[in-house]
DNA sequence: TATGAATGAGTATTCATTCAT
DNA sequence: CATGAATGAATACTCATTCAT
């Protein structure tokens, strides 16, 4: 548990500055510097920065998760368009709640295109699964006509 | 002449590896070899690599001022509709030719955010500008009505 | 007598593991996981990782002697043909026992030139003295002829 | 042409450096600093410190070989006798001369166990089949007797 | 005693830039 | 003009050692 602090205490500061300054620009003493710790402690933690990042990304697709879920999960919508529209207004205050999160998945992966595509790409999957899963289930509902795209 | 027929090489060869790989990942020594000219030789029409990348959105606003320029100054079109009409079809045309330095400005930029924010966001009002003022023109031409956004 | 146990034990998978892969490959960490014991134990025993080192090559000479003087204390050789026909089956047997001491000894030691020298040369040194007393003593005791090599 | 003469001269400082301290203390940047390069100009020749570390056994094979392939295509030799004394003298006059590339192999070598192990196998098996190769000529030659070992 | 989280000095390696030819 | 060999500042990562618990 005191480990998973330090975890998140290293991912915080590398989010912040990754956010702020891009992955290449960001320095692994920086955030070290940042979080006031030494050197060596970032890989007790972390293989190595790479790993970092991806860590970054996993966890905005673990939080997005858990806001979709407590929103599908809960059986107080009775119509899909209110299920809907909890889903967005649910989605769009965790962006607004998680800036940096966002500003590093839209504007700084797409620039280290070799290395994280791969996860990138997951991650898109991963997003849209549950988008088109919610649907399949309004479509068995009877929410929808089978005539439709 | 000559001189600049290197440097448009040069330009060209950078375009291509920084929209597939990203400014980091493509190094000064891979966009030589791309276009088969001796590593120094680069430094004889760049200052350095930043300067390269400032050249390439600066070419990408050129090249768009351009088509702009045409389609305005063009007196063919009687009113705004079919301006704003021709505007983006050559904007859009523009683009489809130019993805790669699309590419870059709306993917790789924002990832290097602390030497080139000053040239983007000059860039973004420069954009901004050309369309502010023909809005303009067209206020005192008497297309809108006053109370408008 | 908690910490010699203690301290043996550090020292036998040392042995084992620089015999192994050698003294730079082999840490700290991989020793005191090998002997199921924390980090921090091992400077409880030992100043340094250097200090373990000589520890083992001191051992290695010490048990070297617990041979030799028990050979050489025995009263029981009479010529001395068969004292050192002793002497070098009792070598022998021991270095088979120890294949691990003098692998490091001859292999390992040697590649770490400049802090160990020292003691490898006094260790040589020791080793030697042995030798030649023994055979001092077997010239005072008569065995040899006085013009020999 | 000029190439092959700097990444001589690394190998030569390295060679010195590396007999005398071993292989992991002696530094690439101490290397450069005793040839007189740039820490840069390493990585030109090398593509890493283990790469520089098997050039250098390499070489050693290499010049053995001419050594020995000079003293077996010389057809003067008429007996096996004289033969191989020139093979032996040959060799010691190399090894005199090679004390550096000696001591590396016999001693510093044996410490780096499991990067080098299988480069060190390729070498004694090389080694090997010349003796091999020379006798079995020996042999149909009609030097020796059928019943030998 | 025993521990393992924390540390930072030390090292290999990369890459933009220079300069002699 | 053109070149590419040479450079070293900058950076990721390792591992012996410390110290609070």
Redesign the pocket.
Known sequence: M??EL?KNQILDGAKKLIARNGY??????DI?REV??????????FK???DLFISILERFLDDWEKIVLKATTDPSYKDLQSYFQALITRSHNFFKLNEELCNIYLRIGPGINDIFEPYIERFEQKMLNYVTDELKKAVQAGFFRKDMD
Chains 1, 2, 3, 4 share one sequence.
């Open positions: 005191k480990g330090r290449y620009q960001t320095h692994v003493e070290l006031k710790l030494g050197k060596g402690t970032f890989y007790l933690y190595n920065k790479e």
